[in-house]
């Protein structure tokens, strides 16, 4: 055999127990995203969560002002439905958190049926996309309060 044509050794299966926490974060991701299609979008843009039993939010109580926070539950309850237009203007870092959401729960779900690990790549991309949707949230918050 030609020592150029050496063939990449076959990638090893996953143990239980990673297989087992990727369907358990997986089950987590589709139960919120399963949440937010029960949830009606509050018009306002935000309060969405109240419908859960939740109080409203201490920051927006306490100083008459959103939180960097404010509009997340909106925004998935709107992107859930589709309405990708009124996810970002009630939130635009949660918008893109539902969509990582999304996104990571059918890899996960892929991950635990077939125990082959996720690519680098993938991983990566997951956590620029995290720290995306922090950097979003954040902005736009300092926004709102620059605009109001």
Known sequence: ??????????????????????????????AMLGTAVLLK???AGLGTHQQLGLPPCSFRVLFDMRCPACG?????????????????QANPGGALLALLASISSIH??????????????SVNMFAI????????????????????
């Open 1 to 30: 055999m030609n020592e150029s044509a050496k063939v990449a050794p076959a990638r090893r299966l996953l143990g239980w127990r990673w297989r087992t926490a990727a369907l358990v974060l997986a089950m987590c991701l589709f």
């Open 108 to 121: 996960l779900f892929h991950v635990a049926c077939s125990g082959r690990a996720m690519a680098s790549w």
């Open 72 to 88: 997340m539950t909106t925004s998935w309850s709107h992107f859930v439905r589709g309405q990708w237009v009124n996810a970002l």
């Open 129 to 148: 996309g995290m720290i995306a949707a922090l950097m979003l949230a954040a902005t736009d918050w300092i926004w709102r309060l620059v605009s109001a």
């Open 41 to 43: 979008p509050a018009k």
